[in-house]
């Protein structure tokens, strides 16, 4: 069964959190000057939990799902998660988005268990910069270590997500573009985005889609690729057929009209945007005992009076509201 909103988008897509822990404090994300407070472990759904509300979602239509978090790997025993959702009837594609600190050693474990793709976040190849951003005492190093390793492990195409901020790391574009250009690896570049609270963001602050590209195509010349249905990223391919790149454009190319997907935090909530304030408790249904039914009829109740579409609405009166941080909602 295929459900479908309000402005006729169908689900296909859920991002579970499985965490909202995280061994980075990212500004853009969770610094660590803003108050944190983490959910205790009884509150967090358990693998079977989480594998119970796929297989509902599963039932209304949806066939992919990324484990995001915090950090995901932090979750122990991932590896019986990622084959728990493989084994879900419907389910034709499993991804993971990772900062890439612990994917180096869990990288074939992870594959092995069904996990098709991962996605490592990566905002600077410059050692100093990257430790600025991340705020944390993992090297560089490590990360593109881990990138190598997952790639002979099958888990491909690795995409590498970089979020740009203006007069942090706009000059990392070409650095980034560049060390992954012919790899096989695929960078993507994120606007810098008004996720949560407490990270301080401005409109000022965000290097746009068409200068990032601008700015790799004076090297490199792209091409422009079409892209399907529900998918974030704008495609653009090289002229020498050297790969391709990414731009994720959601402040100023928002992509509301087509977006597919909902978002299940660590602690058992649905939200149906990123931007949500507020979201349905799936844990409380699930421990009272409902039958799978039930709570596939509240997941579809929810997705057919949906409407959102915040990153084409956002202007000075929505861009103050309070919403959930990233860590939480599984960005």
Known sequence: MQLRDLLDRPLRTVRISVTDRCNFRCRYCMPREAPQAFSDRGALLTFEEMAAIVRALARRGVANVRLTGGEPLLRRGLEDLVAAVCAVPGIADVAMTTNGSLLGERAEALAASGLDRVTVSLDALDEDLFRQITD???QLRRVLEAIDVAAEAGLTPVKVNTVVRRGRNEGQIELIAGHFRG?????????????????????????EATEIVERISARWPLEHVPRGPGVVAERWQYADGAGEVGIIASVTRPFCGDCTRVRLTADGKLFLCLFGRDGVDLRSVLRSGASPSD????????????????????DAMTVPWPRMEMNYVGG
């Open 295 to 314: 709570l596939g009829d509240i997941v579809a109740g929810a997705w057919q009076r949906r409407d959102d579409r915040y990153s084409e609405s956002r």
């Open 136 to 138: 944390g005492a993992t």
């Open 183 to 207: 790899t096989g690896v695929v960078p993507r570049f994120i606007e810098y985005m008004d996720v949560g609270t407490s990270n301080g963001w401005l409109r000022s602050d965000v290097a």
